[in-house]
């Protein structure tokens, strides 16, 4: 009988522990995380063309003013959408900056986006920062047990949250405290 009690302990413990490191690596962890919901994945825009922020003078509803993913990135968007695809996974709702880059990414992943401008970027208006990351953080606060939301953004918001840098096409897996709980790189 002790034996048995014993055995079913060292189940128990490793179920609890499977959130953290389940069979399969990082990929299965992430999406074991997302399906418990409560969360929200905050991905940096696909790859782009080369540069830094975008060319003098761009306007947010001319897609030809900013730098734009490249036909790299549309095939790593895609990838991240097969990615949700194979896992089974199903946001609650996809949003993202007003940035094409971003926009973009979105689209060719999930098919569609909300926009949603506290997910825009702040790289040439560092002052805007603060009242973003505080109305993201309130966001994710709210967000329930069992879904998920995909927010499409830029590097200094995933930064201002989590003081990691992401690549181009890297997810990260927030609670709704704000804690890292998981990361990804679409490559």
């Known amino acids: 009988m002790r034996r048995r009690a014993w055995s079913l302990a060292a189940l128990a413990c490793t179920l609890a522990g499977a959130r953290a490191a389940p069979l ?5 962890a992430l999406a074991l995380t997302l399906r418990a919901g409560g969360c929200a994945l905050l991905i940096r825009h696909a790859l782009t063309e080369p540069g830094v922020g ?14 734009q993913i490249s036909m790299a ?12 695809a194979q896992q089974g996974l199903r946001p609650s709702a996809v949003r993202s900056s007003l ?6 990414t979105a689209n060719e992943a999930f098919g569609s986006h909300q926009p949603w401008p506290a997910l825009n ?6 002052q805007a920062q603060p009242a973003q990351t505080e109305q993201l953080r309130k966001a ?8 998920f939301e995909v927010w499409v953004t830029h590097q200094v918001n995933m930064s201002a949250l989590t003081g990691a840098y992401p690549a181009m096409g890297e997810g990260f897996a927030l609670s709704r405290e704000g804690l890292l709980l998981g990361r990804h790189h679409w490559a």
């Not at 975008?54 to 730098?67: E, V």
């Not at 990135?73 to 949700?84: C, E, T």
């Not at 940035?99 to 973009?104: E, F, I, S």
Request: positive net charge; proline residues 8%; aromatic residues 10%.
């Open 24 to 28: 399969g690596g990082p990929e299965a």
């Open 54 to 67: 975008d060319p003098p003078g761009f306007t947010l509803d001319n897609c030809t003013s900013q730098r």
């Open 73 to 84: 990135g549309r095939m790593q968007a895609r990838r991240i959408g097969r990615w949700f």
């Open 99 to 104: 940035w094409c880059r971003c926009r973009n």
């Open 121 to 126: 970027s702040s790289f040439a208006q560092a």
């Open 140 to 147: 994710l606060s709210e967000l329930p047990d069992g879904r």
